[in-house]
């Protein structure tokens, strides 16, 4: 259950590329598990930027004297994530959270792997650490297009038993794409689950190379949201349900964690033919 | 300061609400409060339940339902623009039969007043549609979307011409329960939407729900092409609440009794009040729940103190208070002498 409090923004900071804005966030932080993302309002009251912006969330801090607290990164885009990058302590912000399916854990203690592309390795670091609570082993993969743009690599390198890095321009590990490294690490450490946060082509490559490896996948997608609680049906995508059905379903209640492969990735942006209630020829 | 601001909810504590009668009514119907949600940005009110409680607004109007499940259009969807945003989201919906199942016994079940919203391709289904709902408890009004194309006549939007308006309310009210009061919600991209509201008013409507998206386009400057994967969608929030004021004033002034619920741009409770004044006798909250999702509630709320700063003990003596006659010119007062130095 979502709930929206106002809270205060209590530190920015930069990190390569990215800010890091930690907000208190008292009701949502306490209840917020990986994968789950929270909804800003941005510009103030009479803003003219009327949606939320939608963040993943990176870290936890249900104690202390704030109360609950949490950590976003942000990647500055456009007006509205500038905006928040140009927070200051003090400032009060109106969070809508935790929303959406977080990451599902595994009851047994698995071998996983972690993919995250530039900021999308945020809310893998909370994934991280709940897996290895529960005896998992954890091996991180991330990428991006420079090493500015990489996020927390150090702090990954303590929750992971290795990490393996690629930039597209080699200024950091491998020169390349996370799914260039991914099937040897996944081989290596004899991978049955792979997690994964980023660019839709990367997760679609992820989805992939874990269905190859008849392992299980799990893919946090990013797909334009009006609403993010579930009302306006502007963020679907199709999706392959038990029943062999596909049907356009809603990222930010229905995902924005799906199984990777349920989800039609080469057919985003498109009503695949055989979806429920497709338009037939010469109707709507 | 050092203190966390640490409030529940979107708004901090405030005085009590002043008393004000904010009862309404719309033909038969009564409604304790003038504030519903607008259809397609509330879904079935299962939702925004988390945020507030939708028993207790005027009434939650659903997304308008098809007779089948239906996909909508292909991504992207919206667009965000000043003060408002473009959707084309071609009315993705679960189907009729799907709708009563789960959504509409969810919002009985739950206490919610319920207005159903409905949209067709053709007249048979709109017919259909009403057909379907005379069975079935719990709806307290339906509100007929006659903003979709006709697929019958080159999928010119019903809402647009006074004929096909016309045919839709008119079989709607033939299959419906004859006390079921029935709202035809009018598109503003229309020469004269008074000629519409007419039409509908003849074809049997209880009454008018203005205004619909007005439609619009953006083209990214980075790709070049169209923004929306369905080239154009319609305009709603803020951006439109003149045009939409306009409507609802042109509408009133042709209709001094037609039971009106207005919209369009409504973020807070003064915005609310300038459609009652305008002529409204409810308000919807759409584009702002987006932003807001307490907001149907907190326009209420702001909503009763505006009427109570001007006066007001009742909603319903603010209806239309717009539309009084001038105040008479103040008498020239013959024993004033001016100092003038
Ligand atoms: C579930 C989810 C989690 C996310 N997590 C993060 C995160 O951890 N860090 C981060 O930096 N960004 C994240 N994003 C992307 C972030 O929401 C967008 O970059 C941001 O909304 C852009 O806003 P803007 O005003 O700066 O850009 P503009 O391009 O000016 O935005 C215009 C409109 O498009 C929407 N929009 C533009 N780009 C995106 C996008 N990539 N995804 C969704 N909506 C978009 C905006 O919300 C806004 O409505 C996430 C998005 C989603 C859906
Ligand atoms: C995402 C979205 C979906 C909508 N879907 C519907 C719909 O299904 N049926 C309908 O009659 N109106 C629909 N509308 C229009 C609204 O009900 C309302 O008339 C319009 O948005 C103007 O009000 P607003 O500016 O307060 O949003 C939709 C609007 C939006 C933004
Ligand atoms: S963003 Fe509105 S339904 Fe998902």
Redo the contacts between chains.
């Keep these: 259950?979502?709930?929206?409090?106002?809270?205060?923004i209590?530190d920015v900071r930069r990190s390569g590329a990215y800010h890091v804005l930690s907000l208190?966030a008292?009701?949502i932080s306490e209840v917020t598990r990986p994968g789950h993302f929270v909804n800003l309002?941005i510009g103030g009251e009479e803003s003219?930027?009327?949606?939320?912006r939608s963040f993943a969330v990176h870290q936890v801090q249900s104690r202390g004297?704030?109360?609950g607290t949490l950590d976003i990164v942000v990647s500055v885009k456009g007006n509205g994530t500038r905006w928040l990058a140009d927070r200051r302590r003090?400032d009060?912000i109106?969070i809508?959270g935790p929303l959406g399916r977080p990451f599902v854990l595994p009851k047994e203690r698995v071998n996983a792997v972690l993919v995250g592309g530039g900021y999308g390795s945020a809310p893998l670091f909370m994934l991280a650490e709940q897996l290895r609570e529960r005896g998992c082993r954890v091996d991180v993969v991330v990428g991006a297009g420079t090493e500015e743009k990489l996020f927390g690599t150090l702090e990954l390198k303590r929750l992971a038993s290795t990490l393996t890095v690629t930039t597209d321009d080699g200024s950091l590990g491998e020169r390349g794409l996370v799914t260039d490294v991914l099937p040897d690490v996944m081989d290596r450490v004899n991978a049955d689950v792979v997690y994964a946060c980023g660019p839709m082509p990367m997760l679609a490559s992820v989805a992939r190379i874990a269905e190859e490896r008849k392992a299980y996948s799990q893919c946090a997608v990013e797909?334009?949201m009006?609403?993010?609680?579930?009302?306006?049906?502007?963020?679907?995508?199709p999706v392959v349900g038990q029943d062999g059905i596909t049907?356009?379903l809603r990222s930010c209640?229905e995902g924005p964690v799906f199984r990777g492969d349920r989800v039609r990735w080469s057919e985003?942006?498109?009503?695949p033919p055989d979806?429920?209630?497709?338009?037939v020829q010469g109707?709507? | 300061m050092t203190r966390a601001l640490i409030s529940q909810g979107p708004l901090p504590g405030q005085d009590p609400l002043p008393p004000v009668d904010m009862s309404t009514r719309l033909g038969d119907l009564e409604l304790p409060s003038p504030v519903v949600t607008a259809s397609g940005t509330a879904a079935a009110g299962r939702e925004l339940d988390q945020f507030f409680d939708i028993t207790s607004i005027g009434a939650v109007v659903t997304k308008s339902v098809m007779l089948q499940p239906r996909s909508g259009r292909p991504t992207p969807r919206m667009a965000e623009t000043p003060s408002g945003m473009l959707n084309s989201i071609g009315l993705q919906g679960p189907g009729i039969d799907h709708f009563i199942e789960h959504d509409l016994t969810w919002l009985s079940e739950r206490g919610a007043r319920t207005i159903v919203s409905i949209a067709g391709g053709t007249v048979d289904e709109f017919s259909k549609l009403a057909a379907r709902l005379r069975t079935v408890r719990g709806v307290a009004a339906i509100e007929v979307n006659i903003s979709c194309p006709n697929v019958e006549n080159r999928g010119l939007v019903f809402a647009c011409e006074t004929g096909s308006a016309s045919d839709v309310v008119q079989a709607v009210k033939r299959h419906s329960d004859p006390r079921m009061p029935i709202f035809a919600k009018l598109s503003p991209d229309v020469t004269d939407i008074v000629s519409i509201a007419q039409a509908v008013v003849r074809a049997g409507a209880t009454g008018v729900s203005v205004i619909n998206t007005l439609l619009g386009m953006v083209i990214n400057t980075d790709t070049m092409r169209p923004h929306l994967a369905g080239t154009t969608g319609g305009l709603s929030g803020p951006a439109i609440r003149p045009v939409a004021v306009r409507c609802v004033w042109d509408i009133r002034q042709a209709f001094p009794d037609l039971p009106i619920i207005g919209m369009g741009g409504i973020r807070n409770g003064n915005d609310a009040l300038e459609f009652i004044l305008a002529g409204a006798n409810a308000v919807a909250a759409g584009t702002v729940i987006f932003h807001d999702p307490s907001s149907p509630m907190r326009i209420h709320n702001e909503l009763q103190r505006a009427l109570a700063g001007h006066g007001f003990s009742r909603l319903q003596d603010a209806i239309g208070y717009a539309h009084r006659p001038a105040d008479p010119e103040p008498e020239p007062d013959d024993d004033f002498d001016f100092i003038t130095e």
């Design positions: 259950m979502a709930v929206q409090v106002r809270g205060e209590l208190t008292p009701g309002a003219s930027m009327l949606l939320r004297v704030y109360g003090h009060a109106d809508v797909e334009a009006a609403c993010g609680i579930g009302v306006c049906m502007t963020c679907v995508l049907r356009m209640t985003i942006g498109t009503i979806t429920l209630g497709a338009p109707g709507h």
